[in-house]
T-cell receptor, first 110, second 112 residues
């Protein structure tokens, strides 16, 4: 099956700093999504981004499908950004059978 | 986006017993998905539940251990049967809207 690796595995930032999270996948995909799991375990869908670039407030994401990677940018980080960020991919184009990456654990400190 | 209510939010169970997790969606949806998140790990798809048909299980998961019901287009249950400590995990239900996946709040299960 498809392999999804995320880097870095852990990241500690001071509030206000910027960061880039990376998601590499081993085969072509038609569906790619980014999620944030907050410290209470709730998973929030951040982006559906099989290709191209999207922005939502302080967050933006870029997927270069031909090179099999996606990037999540967090600008002016806040303590509420803490948690684990997952990318997930599937080859079928739908949200069925999404394979989740290894995750990046982010801690934002004051 | 769909709003998904999941219960219980957490439970502590004795080995050998079973727990049924319920998931209610605020709109009719075709597919519901059940995921497992073992401690400190990523998410793994257990099965896809379609209304009116048997659930489709992923490799490594079997119906006898994780029976699923899908009686209508807004509701599903997952049962974790004959539990052992290795079943201690977060179990999450989810559904998709316009190719985006949305999750319930999860069930934190601890098996003693």
């Amino acid at each position: 099956g498809i392999q999804v690796e995320q880097s870095p595995p852990d990241l500690i930032l001071q509030e206000g700093a910027n960061s880039t999270l990376r998601c590499n996948f081993s085969d072509s995909v038609n569906n790619l999504q980014w999620f944030h799991q907050n410290p209470w375990g709730q998973l929030i869908n951040l982006f559906y981004i099989p290709s191209g670039t999207k922005q939502n407030g302080r967050l933006s994401a870029t997927t270069v499908a031909t090179e099999r990677y996606s990037l999540l940018y967090i600008s002016s980080s806040q303590t509420t950004d803490s948690g684990v960020y997952f990318c997930a991919v599937s080859q079928g184009g739908t949200a069925s059978k999404l394979t989740f990456g290894t995750g990046t654990r982010l801690q934002v400190t004051l | 986006s769909a709003v998904i209510s999941q219960k219980p939010s957490r439970d502590i169970c004795q080995r050998g017993t079973s727990l049924t997790i319920q998931c209610q969606v605020d709109s009719q949806v075709t597919m519901m998905f059940w995921y497992r998140q073992q401690p400190g790990q990523s998410l793994t798809l257990i099965a896809t539940a379609n209304q009116g048909s048997e659930a489709t299980y992923e490799s490594g998961f079997v119906i006898d251990k994780f029976p699923i019901s899908r009686p209508n287009l807004t509701f599903s249950t997952l049962t974790v049967s004959n539990m052992s400590p290795e079943d201690s995990s977060i179990y999450l239900c989810s559904t998709a809207t316009n190719e985006k996946l949305f999750f319930g709040s999860g069930t934190q299960l601890s098996v003693l």
